[in-house]
T-cell receptor, first 110, second 116 residues
Framework: RKEVEQDPGPFNVPEGATVAFNCTYS??????FFWYRQDCRKEPKLLMS???SGNEDGRFTAQLNRASQYISLLIRDSKLSDSATYLC???????????FGTGTRLTVIP | ETGVTQTPRHLVMGMTNKKSLKCEQH?????MYWYKQSAKKPLELMFV???????ENNSVPSRFSPECPNSSHLFLHLHTLQPEDSALYLC???????????????FGPGTRLTVL
């Protein structure tokens, strides 16, 4: 079983739509959780960390469900500039290496 | 952003060549990483250095040889590569984990490698 699993998409949504991405992780010892964004032919960049209580940053909301080993990212009022691949990332307790999902491709259409 | 820089940005090499990739971080971090990103695959961790000591070698073939002379610089020496080694090679740096918000990894722009 893969360490991190994501629906690869693609998700094609109109501007202004709300879109949600889901991710599951297999190792219950995972401690830190992140969403990274990667634009085409660019490096991954941190979008937001995901905290146990859930957290929000503008139009972006991240949720963590430890019992189900499930992470989500909600994007409200989608912009054209949100088009990218969104990577779900986890780190295990006691380790500093990250495990990446394959990413979910989002295209926001005018 | 120039927190993590990588050179060269693009590299084409033959299977008998020897080349090196360079990474430098200006963030004061104490851990550095090499990742490989191939099409349709998740990022694969290759090597981890903590305080310039290698702590992880993720079953990487010996044709890839890392070097970390200090906590700001990381090299990946390449020799006798195969065409399937063509990929985007990403360097990252971070502080060692000490809490939820302190271990974010910051990536360099990557070196796009093509092996002919």
């Amino acid at each position: 079983r893969k360490e991190v699993e994501q629906d690869p998409g693609p998700f094609n949504v109109p501007e202004g739509a709300t879109v949600a991405f889901n991710c599951t992780y297999s190792n219950s010892a995972s401690q830190s959780f992140f969403w990274y964004r990667q634009d085409c032919r660019k490096e991954p960049k941190l979008l937001m960390s995901v905290y146990s209580s859930g957290n929000e940053d503008g139009r972006f909301t991240a949720q963590l469900n430890r019992a189900s080993q499930y992470i989500s990212l909600l994007i409200r009022d989608s912009k054209l500039s949100d088009s990218a691949t969104y990577l779900c990332v986890v780190r295990r307790t006691g380790a500093n290496n990250l495990f990446f999902g394959t990413g979910t491709r989002l295209t926001v259409i005018p | 952003e120039t927190g993590v820089t990588q050179t060269p940005r693009h590299l084409v090499m033959g299977m008998t060549n020897k080349k090196s990739l360079k990474c430098e971080q200006h963030l004061g971090h104490n851990a550095m990483y090499w990742y490989k990103q191939s099409a349709k695959k998740p990022l694969e961790l290759m090597f981890v250095y903590n305080f310039k000591e290698q702590t992880e070698n993720n079953s990487v073939p010996s044709r890839f040889s890392p070097e970390c002379p200090n906590s700001s610089h990381l090299f990946l020496h390449l020799h006798t590569l195969q065409p399937e080694d063509s990929a985007l090679y990403l360097c990252a740096s971070s502080q060692l984990p000490g809490g939820e918000s302190t271990d974010t990894q910051y990536f360099g722009p990557g070196t796009r490698l093509t092996v002919l």
